[in-house]
């Protein structure tokens, strides 16, 4: 029994490979070892395999961070419209409220059109350019961009005797509407077109005003414009050249001069009778000749040349000649 406790006890050479006396001294060491070759191999760069649990203030801020980075980037990736639905969005859930209350009132709202109708004016006197405003400023550069020179009506309700007229556009010029079309804005024909002249009386901005202006209108359209009475028609008038007319009074001086010295001969002719026949007949061929030259007109003759200086012609100038080629189009 007593060899067996000594056994139990650690002695007569009997061993255990896990006994804690022996183990502890290489266990320590291989510890030591581990680390060295750990450090050895970490990186610098690479966290630790066993690192310390954050702060909760250090998290939440972390969290906060991202949240408003993500935010931003939400922000921005909207337009103006859409952001600030989205603020008003947030506003009404935060405060509470309904969406009618931010919605803006249209009944104000004003295109250029309406600015346009506003302030247009049929004919701009001076006194109209008085106090210039933004709204007139604009209906007064649209009325320069007009065509004045012929009108475009309305007679839809000529019966009732009242018309409407406004000026035409550059596209109606180039399509000839007004001109060479018929000027009724529902009527297209071409062919018999008068030009008529009418006094228009309108009120405008409370105001009664006049104006004469031209239009061109087909045959039924023209019985529409003269449905209660006649307007005026413009036809083309004849000019008569003031050459012709210089060089005809002239003419007829010299066939009134002639005329008195043919009467004068004559008498002559009476008191002298006994005069030889050949000189009679000489003055009556002379007389003769004389009222043939009359008669001719100027720069025909030769001898008209030597008689005095040539009458003076006119030249035309180039407002003249213009006036002359437009005078059948312009009616």
Same mark, same amino acid.
């Given at each position: 029994?007593?060899?067996?406790?000594?056994?139990?006890?650690?002695?007569?050479?009997?061993?255990?490979?896990?006994?804690?006396?022996?183990?502890?001294?290489?266990?320590?060491?291989?510890?030591?070892?581990?680390?060295?070759?750990?450090?050895?191999?970490?990186?610098?760069?690479?966290?630790?395999?066993?690192?310390?649990?954050?702060?909760?203030?250090?998290?939440?801020?972390?969290?906060?961070?991202?949240?408003?980075?993500?935010?931003?980037?939400?922000?921005?990736?909207?337009?103006?419209?859409?952001?600030?639905?989205?603020?008003?969005?947030?506003?009404?859930?935060?405060?509470?409220?309904?969406?009618?209350?931010?919605?803006?009132?249209?009944?104000?709202?004003?295109?250029?059109?309406?600015?346009?109708?506003?302030?247009?004016?049929?004919?701009?006197?001076?006194?109209?350019?008085?106090?210039?405003?933004?709204?007139?400023?604009?209906?007064?550069?649209?009325?320069?961009?007009?065509?004045?020179?012929?009108?475009?009506?309305?007679? &839809?309700?000529? @019966?009732? /005797? !009242?018309?409407?007229?406004?000026?035409?556009?550059?596209?109606?010029?180039? #399509?000839?509407?007004? *001109?060479?079309?018929?000027?009724?804005?529902?009527?297209?024909?071409?062919?018999?077109?008068?030009?008529?002249?009418?006094?228009?009386?309108?009120?405008?901005?409370?105001?009664?005003?006049?104006?004469?202006?031209?239009?061109?209108?087909?045959?039924?359209?023209?019985?529409?414009?003269?449905?209660?009475?006649?307007?005026?028609?413009?036809?083309?008038?004849?000019?008569?050249?003031?050459?012709?007319?210089?060089?005809?009074?002239?003419?007829?001086?010299?066939?009134?001069?002639?005329?008195?010295? &043919?009467?004068? @001969?004559? /008498? !002559?002719?009476?008191?002298?009778?006994?005069?030889?026949?050949?000189?009679? #007949?000489?003055?009556? *061929?002379?007389?003769?000749?004389?009222?043939?030259?009359?008669?001719?007109?100027?720069?025909?003759?030769?001898?008209?040349?030597?008689?005095?200086?040539?009458?003076?012609?006119?030249?035309?100038?180039?407002?003249?000649?213009?006036?002359?080629?437009?005078?059948?189009?312009?009616?």
């Amino acid at each position: 029994m007593d060899n067996l406790v000594k056994v139990h006890g650690g002695g007569g050479g009997y061993d255990s490979d896990f006994s804690d006396d022996d183990r502890e001294g290489e266990s320590s060491e291989r510890g030591l070892k581990r680390k060295h070759d750990n450090e050895i191999l970490q990186k610098p760069f690479k966290k630790g395999r066993y690192s310390q649990a954050a702060h909760r203030s250090f998290h939440s801020s972390e969290l906060d961070r991202e949240e408003a980075r993500n935010r931003r980037a939400h922000l921005i990736s909207m337009n103006a419209f859409e952001r600030h639905k989205k603020f008003v969005g947030d506003y009404i859930l935060y405060y509470g409220g309904q969406m009618a209350d931010f919605k803006r009132s249209v009944s104000k709202d004003k295109t250029d059109q309406d600015v346009l109708r506003e302030n247009h004016r049929f004919l701009w006197r001076d006194e109209d350019e008085d106090d210039m405003t933004w709204e007139k400023e604009l209906a007064k550069k649209y009325y320069d961009k007009l065509f004045k020179e012929y009108c475009i009506a309305d007679l &839809s309700r000529y @019966k009732e /005797n !009242k018309f409407g007229f406004r000026w035409r556009t550059e596209n109606e010029v180039v #399509s000839g509407k007004g *001109q060479f079309q018929c000027g009724n804005k529902r009527c297209e024909k071409q062919e018999g077109l008068k030009s008529w002249e009418v006094n228009f009386a309108y009120v405008e901005h409370g105001e009664k005003r006049n104006a004469l202006v031209k239009l061109r209108l087909c045959p039924e359209c023209s019985f529409k414009l003269n449905y209660h009475h006649k307007r005026k028609e413009v036809k083309a008038k004849t000019r008569t050249k003031g050459v012709s007319e210089e060089n005809e009074e002239p003419s007829k001086k010299k066939k009134k001069k002639k005329r008195s010295s &043919s009467h004068s @001969k004559k /008498n !002559k002719h009476k008191r002298h009778r006994d005069q030889s026949t050949t000189s009679s #007949s000489s003055e009556a *061929q002379d007389s003769d000749k004389d009222s043939e030259a009359g008669d001719e007109p100027e720069g025909q003759s030769e001898a008209d040349h030597w008689r005095g200086p040539a009458p003076a012609v006119e030249e035309k100038s180039r407002e003249e000649e213009f006036d002359e080629y437009f005078e059948d189009m312009f009616l």
